[in-house]
């Protein structure tokens, strides 16, 4: 997640830089300074979003507390992709930025999908049933008591022509 965090952080910076030198050819000072105010705040959230992730990964959070990072962390990157390409001709985005922004966005949703899926399945598959020891395979009771009748009605005082006793 790391290397992952690096990479939106330079896409950022790079956006940024792409605003600012374009805003400055721009001939209205309040739509300069707009663009680089709105960037900035976007950016902000996302980088915020993206070291509390970086910080889950380095205590290994669990995966749902990682699953609802991400989804934070996309929907901030959502933000601000989105403002980048409604305001792409006035802030003058290049369409470089925006398309890798779409990509590296792509990859952070199929992160969080596969993260996501993981901390929904089961934690653990069930335990094993507890074992009948010996005397629940030969059908006996485990301490003492009369011994439980199997379908063939077998017993210990059944003769080859059937239960004395029960005569």
Do not use: W
């Amino acid at each position: 997640m790391t290397g992952r965090h690096v990479l939106i952080l330079a896409f950022a910076l790079l956006a940024f830089a792409g605003v600012r030198h374009v805003a400055a050819q721009q001939s209205d000072p309040f739509e300069r300074a707009k663009c680089e105010e709105d960037f900035i705040s976007l950016r902000g959230a996302v980088e915020t979003r993206g070291k509390a992730l970086e910080g889950s990964g380095k205590r290994k959070a669990s995966a749902p507390e990682v699953c609802k990072l991400l989804r934070d962390f996309t929907t901030a990157e959502a933000r601000m992709i989105k403002y980048l390409q409604d305001r792409q001709t006035a802030c003058g985005v290049p369409d470089q930025i925006v398309k890798q922004a779409k990509e590296s966005h792509t990859k952070a949703i199929a992160m969080r999908n596969q993260v996501c899926q993981a901390a929904a399945g089961p934690a653990a598959p069930p335990p094993p049933p507890p074992s009948q020891g010996l005397s629940g395979v030969l059908g006996t009771p485990g301490m003492g008591g009369a011994p439980a009748e199997s379908a063939g009605g077998s017993g210990v005082f059944d003769t080859l022509t059937g239960n004395v006793l029960k005569r």
